[in-house]
């Protein structure tokens, strides 16, 4: 065993990415709280839009009644109008040959303006029952209501029947409608009409409470004493005789236009108004009935003079209330906007995951067997010695467990271990380990502390044989890894070969996710990308190289964190050919803590990022260079970045979906993105030969450890948008990964 003298122990001075991500530490706490920001906006959007949404369609009725012991006489007997003064309710009727115009469930953006336009030509007043989310969606069809001279009233915010409701729940309907329509209009008004009512004898014991609280806060309660029945869609002859009162009686009258197909309606509108003018009837609105029996102020009919009376409900929004109005509906703007981007991008996105998954089953399969074919051949067997180099930088933990099972090497090797100034006597155990082991072909360089890519040129300058072969201080070989990885340099156009890197502490919940990723996620990967020509990585913990081709491209580059991503795109530059060998398996020790596995994948994830910006030239170069520049590259981008950064969708939609949509559908349509995704894996742990059962962990990685993935490369995204830079992240090792023979699969 040959050892190199270490340099002095004095504190080296930091390197250039070690100035930069001091300056830059303190600005990752604003990055995270930024990436939690933006989390907490997108869920609260999609909160909003899914309860403006989220109202009763059509006009299903809810319950036939269930008593009216506790309701006065005078009120199932009375006029359509309830009014609450001193504690007293009192009704008030329709005069005779007068019809008060309601309509529910508006506004709706096709039919209510139609609604409008044929009022306006026959200059007739109406009421509109509005209901708040959809006023808050369609402010400005509101405003062109008020500013014609119609009277407007609440029909709660989400068309629920206040029933069976909370006095909580029955405030917050009746203030969201009122801020929706200070947002909208710039009034507040004083009419209710309760979804699901009709005539006063239908009010109930379950139902009158909820009037009489609201009374008592100034609410005049709306009923009708005529239903056109339009929700039904009888025709339009029906809807105008419906609509008609008997004789000469006057009547509230009942229409709608929205929470359906309205296009009768709209069709038996003009009809009606022409035949009750014919009839000797005049129009007017709720506020108008009221004023008649209290003012006894006459209206003639269709005479739109005196709008501050036709429009006396109405209170003018001031202070806050006007302000959170108008804060309402910018909301529900951004909402309306945004939802429906997120909408397409959800298309896009699921397009996107499904078609990868296609993509690596077809050409996993087809490099799975092109490459088990009897014929198959790199060229001549390798047989010749080669170096394999281990970084090593405070792996006390570890060192031994690799330096074992190096010892068992089927293949001719020298191991140079490069201890990067490491402070827990790493350099010390590795030399009692290879003197334990009777192995002479180990020497130990102590440098100062410099980083994994200076310890790693250290190791390629001093290596003895033209490939040189890295892994991790934390790494445990099979005795045949080595003779399967050289083999394919036996083709002189391969430079370099990445390796199948495999999970050993792989029996914790997050080493079995981290297992499943690893032969999925990566491995499924490599031999797509193999097939390509078009490799994007070669692990850090399984690597083999050509000497001459690492020299050549001025070896492992500083300018990333991620020097194993750089040098393989810098491979590709110097057109150089990369190749996955699966047969040559490492073990290697996956973080195992949450905060551990989020400190590696942001430096990994960020550090693709550099390595492909540090490289964006090869979109132009020709060749092998070009081949990974406009196939390799937006490969990773699309599939490694964007995607991923994306995937959240399916599950805020899925959650969505559960919440406002239907929950057994969503949960379908979950299920079956899952058992795509179960096909995709089963197949890849076929292909490497590994157990099933560590398939049951998938849905709970789906449900957990995949939101931290996408959290991880959100707040990459934004650490790189916003110019950051990041440190060298070592993580605590266990040193629990043992020689291959002890690892169970």
Same mark, same amino acid.
């Given at each position: 065993?040959?050892?190199?003298?270490?340099?002095?122990?004095?504190r080296?001075?930091?390197?250039?990415?070690?100035?930069?991500?001091?300056?830059a530490?303190?600005l990752?706490?604003?990055?995270?709280?930024?990436? #939690?920001?933006?989390?907490?906006?997108?869920?609260?959007v999609?909160?909003?839009?899914?309860?403006? %949404?989220?109202?009763?369609?059509?006009?299903?009725?809810?319950?036939?009644?269930?008593?009216?012991?506790?309701?006065?006489?005078?009120?199932?007997?009375?006029?359509?109008?309830?009014?609450?003064?001193?504690?007293?309710?009192?009704?008030?009727?329709?005069?005779?040959?007068?019809?008060?115009?309601?309509?529910?469930?508006? *506004?709706?953006p096709?039919?209510?303006?139609?609604?409008?336009?044929? #009022?306006?030509?026959?200059?007739?007043?109406?009421?509109?029952?509005?209901?708040?989310?959809? !006023?808050? %969606?369609?402010?400005?069809?509101?405003?062109?209501m008020v500013?014609?001279?119609?009277?407007?009233?609440?029909?709660?915010?989400?068309?629920?029947?206040?029933?069976?409701q909370?006095?909580?729940r029955?405030?917050?309907?009746?203030?969201?409608?009122?801020?929706? #329509?200070?947002?909208?209009?710039?009034?507040?008004?004083?009419l209710?009409?309760?979804?699901?009512?009709?005539?006063?004898?239908?009010?109930d014991?379950?139902?009158? *409470?909820v009037?009489?609280?609201?009374?008592?806060?100034?609410?005049?309660?709306?009923?009708v004493?005529?239903?056109?029945?339009?929700?039904?869609?009888?025709?339009?002859?029906?809807?105008?005789k419906?609509?008609?009162?008997?004789?000469?009686?006057?009547?509230s009258?009942?229409?709608?236009?929205?929470?359906?197909?309205?296009?009768?309606?709209?069709?038996?509108?003009?009809?009606?108004?022409?035949?009750?003018?014919?009839?000797g009837?005049?129009?007017?609105?709720i506020?108008?009935?009221?004023?008649?029996?209290n003012?006894?102020?006459?209206?003639?009919?269709? $005479?739109?003079?005196?709008?501050?009376?036709?429009?006396?409900?109405?209170?003018?929004?001031?202070?806050?209330?006007?302000?959170?109005?108008?804060?309402?509906?910018?909301?529900?703007?951004?909402?309306?906007y945004?939802?429906?981007?997120?909408?397409?991008?959800?298309?896009?996105?699921?397009?996107?995951?499904?078609? %990868?998954?296609?993509?690596?089953?077809?050409?996993?399969?087809?490099?799975?067997?092109?490459?088990?074919?009897?014929?198959?051949s790199?060229?001549?067997?390798?047989? %010749?010695?080669?170096?394999?180099?281990?970084?090593?930088?405070?792996?006390?933990?570890?060192?031994? $467990?690799?330096?074992?099972?190096?010892?068992?090497?089927?293949?001719?090797?020298?191991?140079?271990?490069?201890?990067?100034?490491?402070?827990?006597?790493t350099?010390?155990?590795?030399?009692?380990?290879?003197?334990?082991?009777?192995?002479?072909?180990?020497?130990?360089?102590?440098?100062e $502390?410099?980083g994994?890519?200076?310890?790693?040129?250290?190791?390629?300058?001093?290596?003895?044989?033209?490939?040189?072969?890295m892994?991790?201080?934390?790494? !445990?070989?099979?005795?045949?890894?080595?003779?399967?990885?050289?083999?394919?340099?036996?083709?002189?156009?391969?430079?370099?070969?990445?390796?199948?890197a495999?999970?050993?502490?792989?029996?914790? @919940?997050?080493?079995?996710?981290?297992?499943?990723?690893?032969?999925?996620?990566?491995?499924?990967?490599?031999r797509?990308?193999d097939? #390509?020509?078009?490799?994007?990585?070669?692990p850090?913990?399984?690597?083999?190289?050509?000497?001459?081709?690492?020299?050549?491209?001025g070896?492992?580059?500083?300018?990333?964190l991620?020097?194993?991503?750089?040098?393989?795109?810098?491979?590709?530059?110097?057109g150089?050919?990369?190749?996955?060998?699966?047969?040559?398996?490492a073990?290697?020790?996956a973080?195992?803590?949450?905060? &551990?596995?989020?400190s590696?994948?942001?430096r990994?994830?960020?550090?693709?990022?550099?390595?492909?910006?540090?490289h964006?030239?090869?979109?132009t170069?020709?060749?092998?260079?070009?081949?990974?520049g406009? @196939?390799?590259?937006?490969?990773?981008?699309?599939?490694?970045?964007?995607?991923?950064?994306?995937?959240?969708?399916?599950?805020?939609f899925?959650?969505?979906?559960?919440?406002?949509?239907?929950?057994?559908?969503?949960?379908?349509?979950?299920?079956?993105?899952?058992?795509? &995704?179960?096909?995709?894996?089963?197949?890849?742990f076929?292909?490497?030969k590994?157990?099933?059962?560590?398939?049951?962990?998938?849905?709970?990685?789906?449900?957990?450890?995949?939101?931290?993935m996408?959290? @991880?490369?959100?707040?990459?995204?934004?650490?790189?948008?916003?110019?950051?830079?990041l440190?060298? &992240?070592k993580?605590?090792?266990?040193?629990?990964?043992?020689?291959?023979?002890?690892?169970?699969?």
């Amino acid at each position: 065993m040959t050892t190199t003298t270490p340099s002095r122990g004095r504190r080296r001075a930091p390197t250039r990415i070690e100035r930069a991500a001091g300056k830059a530490a303190a600005l990752q706490k604003p990055r995270v709280i930024l990436a #939690l920001l933006l989390l907490l906006g997108l869920t609260s959007v999609m909160l909003l839009d899914g309860y403006l %949404r989220a109202e009763v369609g059509g006009d299903q009725r809810v319950r036939d009644g269930a008593g009216s012991s506790e309701v006065p006489d005078k009120i199932i007997n009375g006029g359509p109008i309830i009014s609450f003064r001193g504690g007293r309710a009192t009704t008030t009727s329709v005069p005779s040959k007068t019809i008060a115009l309601t309509f529910d469930d508006g *506004p709706n953006p096709t039919y209510t303006p139609q609604v409008l336009k044929i #009022l306006e030509k026959y200059d007739v007043p109406a009421t509109f029952f509005l209901v708040g989310s959809m !006023v808050s %969606r369609y402010p400005g069809i509101v405003k062109d209501m008020v500013d014609q001279g119609n009277e407007v009233g609440i029909h709660t915010f989400t068309h629920v029947d206040l029933s069976y409701q909370s006095d909580a729940r029955i405030r917050r309907e009746m203030t969201q409608t009122q801020l929706a #329509l200070a947002g909208a209009a710039g009034i507040t008004t004083t009419l209710f009409r309760a979804p699901y009512s009709s005539e006063t004898d239908a009010i109930d014991d379950y139902s009158w *409470p909820v009037y009489e609280k609201l009374g008592e806060e100034g609410y005049t309660s709306v009923f009708v004493d005529t239903d056109s029945d339009d929700w039904k869609k009888p025709g339009v002859s029906k809807i105008v005789k419906w609509a008609t009162p008997s004789g000469t009686s006057g009547a509230s009258v009942l229409m709608h236009d929205a929470g359906g197909d309205r296009e009768q309606t709209i069709k038996a509108l003009p009809e009606y108004i022409e035949k009750m003018r014919a009839k000797g009837y005049t129009f007017t609105t709720i506020s108008g009935v009221i004023e008649a029996q209290n003012a006894a102020a006459q209206f003639p009919g269709g $005479n739109r003079n005196g709008t501050d009376r036709l429009q006396a409900a109405h209170r003018e929004a001031t202070g806050a209330t006007l302000y959170e109005g108008k804060a309402l509906v910018a909301a529900v703007a951004v909402a309306e906007y945004t939802v429906p981007t997120l909408s397409v991008g959800l298309v896009i996105v699921g397009v996107a995951v499904i078609g %990868r998954f296609g993509m690596m089953l077809i050409l996993a399969r087809r490099h799975h067997r092109l490459r088990n074919k009897r014929r198959f051949s790199w060229g001549p067997t390798v047989t %010749r010695p080669v170096t394999v180099i281990v970084p090593a930088y405070n792996e006390k933990e570890c060192i031994a $467990n690799t330096l074992e099972s190096l010892a068992r090497s089927t293949h001719p090797i020298e191991v140079i271990v490069v201890d990067d100034g490491s402070s827990d006597g790493t350099s010390e155990i590795a030399r009692e380990a290879a003197r334990s082991l009777g192995m002479t072909n180990v020497r130990v360089i102590r440098q100062e $502390n410099a980083g994994k890519p200076a310890a790693l040129n250290n190791g390629v300058r001093s290596a003895s044989h033209d490939i040189v072969v890295m892994m991790d201080g934390d790494t !445990v070989f099979e005795p045949d890894t080595v003779r399967q990885l050289v083999q394919p340099f036996a083709d002189p156009e391969v430079g370099a070969v990445a390796g199948n890197a495999k999970v050993g502490n792989r029996d914790t @919940v997050i080493g079995a996710w981290q297992h499943i990723e690893y032969v999925m996620g990566f491995n499924l990967d490599r031999r797509m990308y193999d097939l #390509l020509r078009c490799m994007p990585t070669i692990p850090g913990a399984i690597g083999a190289f050509r000497r001459e081709a690492v020299l050549q491209v001025g070896g492992m580059s500083e300018d990333t964190l991620a020097e194993d991503t750089d040098i393989t795109i810098a491979m590709h530059r110097a057109g150089r050919r990369v190749v996955y060998q699966e047969h040559a398996r490492a073990w290697t020790e996956a973080p195992g803590s949450l905060k &551990q596995l989020w400190s590696q994948r942001y430096r990994w994830s960020y550090g693709t990022m550099q390595a492909l910006w540090k490289h964006r030239g090869s979109l132009t170069d020709k060749g092998p260079s070009g081949r990974f520049g406009r @196939v390799g590259m937006p490969l990773v981008v699309i599939f490694q970045i964007v995607t991923p950064v994306f995937a959240p969708l399916i599950d805020v939609f899925t959650a969505y979906s559960m919440i406002f949509v239907g929950f057994r559908a969503a949960l379908c349509a979950w299920l079956a993105v899952l058992g795509i &995704q179960l096909v995709c894996a089963a197949y890849a742990f076929r292909l490497d030969k590994e157990k099933y059962r560590y398939l049951l962990m998938m849905p709970l990685q789906q449900l957990a450890y995949r939101q931290m993935m996408y959290l @991880v490369l959100i707040h990459s995204c934004i650490t790189a948008l916003t110019g950051g830079r990041l440190r060298w &992240q070592k993580l605590k090792r266990t040193g629990e990964v043992g020689t291959p023979a002890g690892v169970g699969r």
